[in-house]
């Protein structure tokens, strides 16, 4: 049964505002879909008599499964700012598949599945759609719902898969050494070729090796700005593999649609 954790949310644009409010659920895998689930997820509003809200991420190199009435699906790596208005009420259950670790259920390159949702049941067939219907009965019940997930993934188990485990192991570093900002300086720490890194992303996460270090260091930028609105800018864009202030300002603008010193300020600046 998967274990409730505390999160704190990474890519969630102005996460310290979403802090103060309910925070979304977040429930460990345990047994051996923990090789391949990082955790699952559930969110839930009431928002009736209220006005609309509008939540947006900068999301992880990670498939999701989702659950939720209307928009269920199967999504891939959005490669974007991934924005949601939230209204009235409502409940939604995923699973965060680690990256790299749904090309074994998949069984098909995973960039095929990038900024692309399917429905539940072209993703999986009749199984899909009736997982589905059984989960969205159990709306509100979060352990009930999550059993029904983890038996529908368990009862589709892969085989173990040493490149799954690789790119895993590969994400992973990039996530946490900020000093890789280089995908050549990833594939040499790996032992393989750039074209080799290339590919194994290509396949496996659904991004290439660069989009993968940007996203995790626009993160970091993320976080940084949010804590301290007087962050060095320069030295942050440098610390952060880029070339100058200039082309930091640009990416993040780009992605997050405002400069660092403007997001810095918060959603009120």
């Not at 589905?132 to 999550?146: F, H, K, M, S």
Request: positive net charge; hydrophobic residues 45%.
């Amino acid at each position: 049964m998967a274990k409730p954790v505390v999160w704190r949310p990474k890519g969630v644009v102005d996460a310290g505002a979403i802090r103060r409010e309910s925070p979304a659920g977040r429930f460990l895998p345990e047994g051996p879909l923990a090789g391949f689930v990082e955790h699952f997820w559930t969110v839930s509003w009431d928002l009736r008599g209220r006005p609309p809200l509008t939540r947006e991420t900068l999301p992880h190199p990670s498939v999701h499964l989702v659950i939720e009435a209307g928009r269920s699906g199967l999504a891939g790596v959005h490669t974007g700012r991934f924005s949601r208005v939230l209204e009235g009420r409502g409940w939604v259950l995923g699973a965060k598949f680690l990256p790299g670790c749904f090309r074994p259920f998949w069984g098909r390159p995973v960039d095929e599945l990038t900024d692309q949702v399917l429905p539940l049941g072209r993703a999986f067939g009749a199984p899909g759609e009736a997982l589905e219907a059984y989960v969205l009965r159990c709306a509100g019940d979060e352990n009930a719902a999550i059993s029904l997930v983890e038996a529908f993934l368990l009862g589709r188990l892969p085989e173990p898969d040493a490149k799954a485990a690789l790119a895993r192991s590969i994400v992973a570093r990039i996530r946490e050494d900020r000093e890789l900002t280089q995908a050549e300086a990833v594939a040499r720490e790996a032992g393989l070729s750039l074209r080799s890194l290339q590919r194994l992303f290509q396949d496996y996460v659904g991004v290439s090796p660069k989009w993968v270090i940007q996203r995790y260091r626009l993160h970091e930028a993320m976080e940084q700005l949010e804590a301290d609105q007087a962050v060095d800018l320069p030295a942050l864009a440098l610390a952060l593999g880029y070339f100058d202030q200039a082309h930091f300002t640009k990416a993040f603008k780009t992605y997050l649609g405002r400069t660092p010193a403007v997001y810095a300020k918060g959603p009120e600046g």
